[in-house]
């Protein structure tokens, strides 16, 4: 599943099509897609794991799912969820959700909760956190409402660059850990996009697939975890459990 800096990455790259007009529309999109035809983008823009392709009275939002994915001016062999015809190039959309969305696009997005936006807000995310004191952490960086746009990857690299245990409880962190890991999901993120611009993210993972702690030499535990039971690594002696 593409996290938050990847999506970022995608609104870079369609910045040629801005302003454009779409010119062939297709796909296997339930969406009226005939809606889309002949109309102007009026810009991209990202929220967390959304992707947005703004109107003038609407916007189209796609989210990647596990298995999404897109290509830029080339096609792959399975057919498009949804494909754009511009005049400079093409923009294709594969194994997506995709949904148009009616309603003013700063009453839809809490942008302060998306931590790579120029908004975030991390006294916001505290006091999400605050109000679910059970919630076990690595659900925490898993909440898009709280955290839009972390997703495995990220989770499992801040919990492990923080030695924080995935299992601990975010309201038995102490307030300079929870700090901690709320700058750490934002800071991470931009690592992962810096990272990933240049080719070099899976060679900066210390956690996430890996088999040996590089802080202890001892093997990481690899489990299912949390309401969300996502595919978690982790250190069981330099990661403290908070109970």
């Known amino acids: 599943m593409p996290e938050g800096p990847s999506i970022v990455i995608l609104k870079e790259a369609v910045k040629s099509f801005n302003k454009k007009k779409i010119l062939a529309v297709t796909g296997n999109s339930k969406i009226d897609q005939q809606r889309l035809l ?21 916007l189209v939002s796609v989210h990647f799912l596990l298995f999404g994915s897109y290509r830029i001016n080339e096609q792959r062999e399975m057919k498009p969820r949804l494909s754009f015809k511009f005049k400079n190039g093409e923009l294709n959309l594969y194994s997506c959700a995709i949904k148009i969305i009616e309603e003013d696009l700063n009453e839809v997005y809490d942008w302060s ?12 995310a505290r006091k999400k956190i605050k109000v679910n004191p059970d919630l076990l952490v690595c659900d925490a960086l ?30 038995a962190l102490p307030p300079k850990k929870l700090k901690v890991l709320i700058d750490e999901a934002r800071n991470y993120s931009f ?3 810096k990272w990933k611009k240049e080719f070099v993210l899976k060679k900066h993972w210390l956690a996430h ?8 030499d001892i093997p990481l535990v690899k489990k299912h975890l949390g309401k969300t039971n996502r595919r978690t690594f982790y250190c069981s002696n330099c990661q403290l459990l908070y109970e």
């Open 38 to 58: 002949n109309k102007k983008v009026e810009d991209f823009k990202s929220w967390g794991k959304h992707f947005l392709i703004c109107f003038k009275d609407f």
């Open 113 to 124: 909760a998306d931590v790579m936006n120029e908004n975030w807000d991390a006294t916001a």
């Open 142 to 171: 898993l909440d898009q409402n709280i955290f839009s746009g972390v997703g495995n990857i990220i989770k499992n690299e801040v919990l492990y660059r923080i030695r924080v245990h995935p299992l601990s409880r975010a309201g």
């Open 191 to 193: 690592d992962f996009y």
């Open 209 to 216: 697939t890996k088999k040996y702690c590089v802080r202890c």
